[in-house]
T-cell receptor, first 115, second 110 residues
Framework: GAVVSQHPSWVICKSGTSVKIECRSL??????MFWYRQFPKQSLMLMAT?????????EQGVEKDKFLINHASLTLSTLTVTSAHPEDSSFYIC???????????FGPGTRLTVT | GQSLEQPSEVTAVEGAIVQINCTYQ??????LSWYQQHDGGAPTFLSY????GLEETGRFSSFLSRSDSYGYLLLQELQMKDSASYFC???????????FGTGTRLQVFP
């Protein structure tokens, strides 16, 4: 149990376009979902936290108007990178948590390349 | 805030034992977790220490000392497939966010 999926697994887009990444918890209801970004050979950096039906909470330095997060249901969260630029190229990983437990389940990640 | 430091890289040979340290500065957390990440993959959960002491899970053990702000992951009987990046992480008890350490890249040689 506790499977998190992401779609797409990789995407290439042109500079200036927008890209949507979906994150789904397949067999549990995720009270909280997190979005991380990871550049090559670096750690996972938390971008934002979202609770179902609420606005996402963004980490300092993350532009909320550029990285739009929607947590429409207890099993789906989406991250939209708007007006993407080459510096947005990265590995985006979503994660989901159920209830107050300490375990957090990670999706397989989405590799975004902006040309 | 939370800050977790790890050595950037560790190398070892098959069959050996390696210890990956994690020193932290935090404002309060629930416990220390360890994750493994292979290149291009997602982090996978390895171990969790809620209390001080040693937790053993097969070839992997993890240790936490809150008084020393220190923890480690011990990998025994190393195998080639253990070559990966390893991250310690804490869940902040104010924000419930999981914050990752700087990460350690382990390379296992034959």
């Amino acid at each position: 149990g506790a499977v998190v999926s992401q779609h797409p697994s990789w995407v290439i887009c042109k500079s200036g376009t927008s890209v949507k990444i979906e994150c789904r918890s397949l067999d549990f209801q995720a009270t909280t979902m997190f979005w991380y970004r990871q550049f090559p050979k670096q750690s996972l950096m938390l971008m934002a936290t979202s609770n179902e039906g609420s606005k996402a909470t963004y980490e300092q330095g993350v532009e909320k108007d550029k990285f739009l997060i929607n947590h429409a249901s207890l099993t789906l969260s989406t991250l939209t990178v708007t007006s993407a630029h080459p510096e947005d190229s990265s590995f985006y990983i979503c994660s989901a948590k159920r209830g107050s437990g300490h375990e957090q389940y990670f999706g397989p990640g989405t590799r975004l390349t902006v040309t | 805030g939370q800050s977790l430091e790890q050595p950037s890289e560790v190398t070892a040979v098959e069959g050996a034992i390696v210890q990956i340290n994690c020193t932290y500065q935090t404002s309060g957390f629930y416990g220390l977790s360890w994750y493994q990440q292979h290149d291009g993959g997602a982090p996978t959960f390895l171990s969790y220490n809620a209390l001080d002491g040693l937790e053993e899970t097969g070839r992997f053990s993890s240790f936490l000392s809150r008084s020393d702000s220190y923890g480690y992951l011990l990998l025994q009987e190393l195998q080639m497939k253990d070559s990966a990046s390893y991250f310690c992480a804490v869940r902040d008890w104010n924000t419930d966010k999981l914050i990752f350490g700087t990460g350690t890249r382990l390379q296992v040689f034959p």
